[in-house]
C-alpha cells in the first residue's frame, strides 16, 4: 500500500467530521488535495471507503474497517515515537485531547501551558466536544485523553477525578434573582440568557436540560468566553449559567451575585478518562500526570 501516515490522519479526520471539508481543514490540507488522497486511497485499496451525499460522507463496510486499522497504526506510531525519543534526549510526539466547554476555559489553560512550556517536543491536539461524545471517542482510540463531567455513563473506561464542576447561575446585583441562594433550572428559562457561541458543548448541555423539561433558552447574544457573558450579566443585559470556579473568578472583578441551581445535572465533577493508562504513549501518560498533579485522585480505577 502507498498511502502514508498524513493520508491515514486525513480519512479518520474525515470519517469524525462526516465531511471531506471539515476532515481537510482539521489535516491543515486544501480540499483538492484531500479528495485526491482519499481518491487514491480508494484506488489503492479498489475499494470505495466513502459514500459521498450532498450533506457530507458516511464510511462504507471497508472505511468502518479502515478506521479500526488506521486507529491502531497511529497509536502504535505515537507509542515508538515516545519510546524512541529517550534515545535521542528528549520526549516528542502528539496527544490528542478532548475536553467539555468548563474543562477548557477554567481548568486546562494553567495546567496545559505548564506541561507544553517543560516539554517542548510534545504537541497537544486539543477540541471541544460534549462529555457523552468524549467518552465514546476516547473508548474507540479517536483520542487518547478525555476531560469531562462525571454525570455521563464512563462506560469501562479508567477514570481519575479531579476539582469540582458545580454549574450555577448568574446575575447582576439588581436582578430579582440576585436575593435567592437557590434556584432551579425550570424557574429560570423564561429569563433572557446570555450565552457561548453555538458550537460550545456547555450550550448543548444545557440546551439538552431543557428540552427535558419541554422547554428552550432564549439567548439575547451568544459570545465566546465566560468572561464576556459575566460582562454582560454585570450590566444586566440576561442571566447565564457558567461554571461556579468561572463565577468566583469573575466575581472578584464584577458586581455579581452567584445563585446555586438546584437540579442534580448542575452538581458535577471533572474527570481525566483514557482507555488503559498502561497502554498510553509515553507523552500522554505524561500530559495525565500533569493534569492529575495536586488534585484528589480516585487513582485509576474501570467504572
Not at 15 to 39: D, F, K, N, Q, V
Request: with cysteine; net charge positive; proline share 4%.
Amino acid at each position: 500500500m502507498r498511502f502514508d501516515l498524513t493520508d491515514l490522519r486525513l480519512f479518520l479526520w474525515v470519517a469524525e467530521a462526516g465531511s471531506i471539508t471539515r476532515g481537510a481543514e482539521r489535516a491543515h490540507l486544501a480540499l483538492a488535495s484531500a479528495s485526491a488522497r482519499l481518491r487514491g486511497m480508494e484506488e489503492e485499496l479498489k475499494v470505495p471507503l466513502l459514500e459521498r451525499e450532498r450533506r457530507g460522507v458516511r464510511l462504507t463496510a471497508a472505511g468502518r474497517a479502515l478506521v479500526h486499522h488506521a486507529q491502531a497504526v497511529l497509536q502504535q506510531v505515537e507509542l515508538m515515537r515516545g519510546e524512541l525519543a529517550s534515545f535521542a534526549g528528549g520526549l516528542k510526539g502528539q496527544v490528542r485531547l478532548l475536553s467539555n466547554t468548563a474543562a477548557m476555559t477554567e481548568f486546562l489553560p494553567e495546567k496545559l501551558s505548564a506541561f507544553l512550556a517543560v516539554h517542548p517536543e510534545v504537541d497537544v491536539d486539543l477540541e471541544e466536544r460534549l462529555s457523552s461524545e468524549i467518552i465514546p471517542a476516547v473508548a474507540e482510540g479517536r483520542a487518547e485523553v478525555g476531560l469531562v463531567a462525571d454525570t455521563v455513563d464512563l462506560g469501562g473506561l479508567e477514570t481519575f477525578l479531579l476539582q469540582p464542576d458545580r454549574l450555577v447561575l448568574v446575575t447582576s446585583r439588581g436582578h430579582p434573582l440576585a436575593g435567592r441562594r437557590t434556584v432551579a433550572f425550570a424557574e429560570v428559562l423564561g429569563e433572557p440568557f446570555i450565552g457561548l457561541g453555538e458550537g460550545s458543548a456547555l450550550q448543548q448541555y444545557l440546551a439538552s436540560q431543557a428540552a427535558r423539561l419541554g422547554r428552550r433558552p432564549k439567548y439575547r447574544v451568544r459570545l465566546r468566553s465566560f468572561d464576556a457573558v459575566c460582562r454582560m450579566v454585570e450590566r444586566g443585559v440576561g442571566i447565564g449559567v457558567v461554571p461556579e470556579t468561572a463565577a468566583r473568578r469573575c466575581q472578584r472583578s464584577r458586581a455579581l451575585r452567584k445563585v446555586v441551581l438546584s437540579d442534580a445535572w448542575a452538581v458535577r465533577r471533572l474527570c481525566l478518562c483514557v482507555r488503559r493508562y498502561r497502554e498510553l504513549s509515553p507523552q500522554a501518560r505524561l500530559l495525565v500526570d500533569a493534569l492529575r498533579s495536586d488534585e484528589r485522585t480516585s487513582g485509576p480505577g474501570t467504572r
